[in-house]
């Protein structure tokens, strides 16, 4: 070991106090830089949409309309029925194209006589998802004119 000179172990704790500095700063930055990439800025949720259902007992038919809301393509409003079978999307209710945007005061018929192919019950439940490449997100539900 050699004399050693005033100041040289302070040389090296402010070394090594800047490398943990540039360190954390890095770590911080990549933490943030992840979030804004990969959550997205609806968080993941979809479109908001609102619907309201007016049931026709005597016909067994069920009009849904959207009352309120983010526009929407028809194809990707899905249908399902009381027993969680997928059965229509609104494009096929409202023969329409799958690209068209369903809007404010739109309206679609589930019943026997359309692409729906059977009866609504007064007890059955009907939900209503948004679907993005396999990712479905429900925006409503009927659950039947109790």
């Known amino acids: 070991m050699g004399p050693r000179t005033p100041g040289g172990d302070r040389a090296m704790s402010e070394s090594i106090g800047i490398g943990l500095l540039v ?46 809301g983010d526009p929407i393509q028809a194809g990707r409003l899905e249908f399902e029925g009381p027993r969680g079978e997928p059965k229509a999307d609104w494009s096929e209710l409202a023969d329409m194209n799958r690209t ?32 993005e490449s396999g990712n479905r997100t429900r925006l409503g539900q009927w659950q039947g004119a109790r």
Do not use: C, K
């Open 23 to 68: 360190a954390m700063t890095v770590v911080v930055t990549a933490v943030v830089g992840l979030n804004v990439l990969v959550v997205s800025d609806d968080g993941g949720g979809g479109p908001a949409a609102n619907f309201t259902y007016d049931y026709a007992e005597d016909s067994s038919l069920l009009l849904v309309t959207h009352s309120r």
């Open 100 to 131: 068209e945007e369903v809007t404010e005061g739109a309206i679609v018929q589930l019943g026997e006589g359309g692409a729906w192919g059977q009866r609504v019950g007064s007890s059955d439940t009907i939900t209503i998802y948004y679907n």
